[in-house]
């Protein structure tokens, strides 16, 4: 694997190719067979440049491997039509094709007009898959990132890595990068749901296939949480926990929102109205407030102590975007000397949030697990099925689980074992 800085973050590179310690490619004439060449822009970055060799292709060759690439499994059984609808190619090219193929051993006939492969060969072309992170600093943002560079080594996938650093301009010019780049699919994990529509309609415009994490984009398969499911459960834990521990009803409901990701984000602050109101009675008096927490701990810290100094309740619910947030409302209800008259509950289940949840009395009751730790091999397995010409949902949902100060321990049983300097890398 090779890091290489270009304007937009890093590219990761899974052709094993050697490099020097300074990280570039090893000049010597090993490294010149291969597929990626190193070219300085005027600025002096280095880029890395996968070299057009077309000239040398033997279309039929590619064109065959497009056909035995349709076939996912060794069991899989296909008629003519099916492999015209996988490959796109026309009925005639398929049916010489599918003929050749017999006749040279890699397909077995199976009745009159079906086939299925012969021999165990390889079925999936080297895809480069383009993923733009969210740059935030958290660890759910490391662990997607380091989870689906995992799951791209294992499969053999070209995986090309830009970072738009919580920025909508940067995720613009990563978008220009990666169509550049020419790669069959993108990742795109980016919050501002202004921008989804430009960035969207650049690779609709590339032709190239988008998933989008968390933050629906037009045109997109959709893959990340349910948002008003989860957010309906820390609405009923939040519930649940106020009935057992306070002999009254809240006097405040506040909701850390994180504006800039749109609507969608929205039907979870929804669902944690919805559910607290199933499972305690809220009364009229109870005030409904909310303040933007922008997704970070700094800007929630510094607004949830403006809101304390205006707001007198003594009993707070508090439900936050993610655990960020969370841990940002918290330490503002710490300093003020009222962290007895709060209960919040956050989202995602960072290591962070877990090690808070084992303090004692603590007020960060629970964070909704979206386990970003296994992003990696679903957003992978979902762009290999686009690409192969699956059916695939228009949305695909992660697994949520409340994870409290009774099942953290049960759920993340090795977390002992982080120290606080790979906490924070994650």
């Known amino acids: 694997m090779q890091n290489v800085p270009n304007t937009a973050g890093m590219v990761y590179s899974f052709n094993k190719f ?20 190193n070219t300085k822009t005027s600025d002096g970055e280095v880029h890395v440049k996968t070299s057009n060799h077309s000239r040398y292709l033997v279309k039929s060759l590619v064109h065959a491997s497009r056909v035995l690439e349709a076939f996912q499994s060794a069991g899989d059984v296909l008629r003519l039509r099916d492999v015209v609808t996988r490959t796109g190619f026309h009925k005639g090219m398929c049916f010489r094709l599918l003929y ?84 069959d699919l993108v990742i795109e994990f980016q919050t501002d749901e202004l921008i989804a529509p430009a960035i969207a309609s650049k690779y609709l415009e590339a032709n190239i296939p988008l998933i989008a994490i968390d933050i629906p984009h037009p045109g997109a398969t959709y893959f990340g949480a349910n948002n008003y499911q989860a957010g309906l459960m820390a609405g009923h834990y939040l519930g649940r926990w106020a009935k057992k521990h306070w002999d009254s009803d809240p006097d405040e409901i506040l ?50 102590r403006k809101h304390l100094r205006e707001s007198k309740a003594r009993r707070v619910l508090v439900g936050a975007s993610n655990d960020s947030s969370a841990l940002g409302a918290l330490r503002a209800y710490e300093e003020s000397g009222r962290a007895s008259e709060c209960a919040i509950v956050g989202r995602n289940a960072e290591p962070e949030a877990r090690a808070e949840l084992r303090s004692a009395n603590t007020r960060l009751i629970a964070s909704v697990a979206y386990f970003p730790e296994k992003y990696g091999d679903g957003l992978l397995k979902l762009a290999l099925e686009l690409l192969s010409r699956k059916a695939v949902p228009p949305a695909v949902f992660t697994t949520h689980q409340m994870i409290t100060t009774d099942n953290v321990d049960h759920f993340y049983p090795n977390d002992s074992l982080l120290t606080p300097a790979n906490l924070m890398q994650s």
Do not use: W
């Open 18 to 37: 050697p490099v020097n310690r300074e990280g570039a490619v090893d000049r010597s004439d090993r490294s010149r067979k291969g597929r990626v060449l």
């Open 255 to 304: 909701m850390v929102e994180l504006h800039r990701a749109g609507s969608l984000p929205k039907a979870r602050i929804r669902g944690i109205q919805t559910g607290i109101a199933e499972v305690i009675r809220v009364p009229e008096r109870c005030r409904i407030s909310s303040v933007d927490g922008d997704g970070q701990f700094q800007t929630t810290l510094e607004r949830v």
């Open 100 to 183: 050749t193929l017999h006749q040279c051993g890699f397909l077995d006939k199976v009745g009159e007009n079906h086939y299925r492969l012969a021999s165990e060969v390889r079925r999936r072309r080297l895809y480069r898959i383009g993923y733009a992170a969210q740059g935030q600093d958290t660890s759910f943002d490391r662990e997607v990132r380091a989870g689906l560079v995992r799951a791209a080594e294992r499969e053999h996938v070209e995986l090309i890595v830009v970072d738009n650093r919580y920025q909508p301009k940067i995720a613009l010019r990563s978008a220009d990068y990666l169509i550049k780049e020419q790669v």
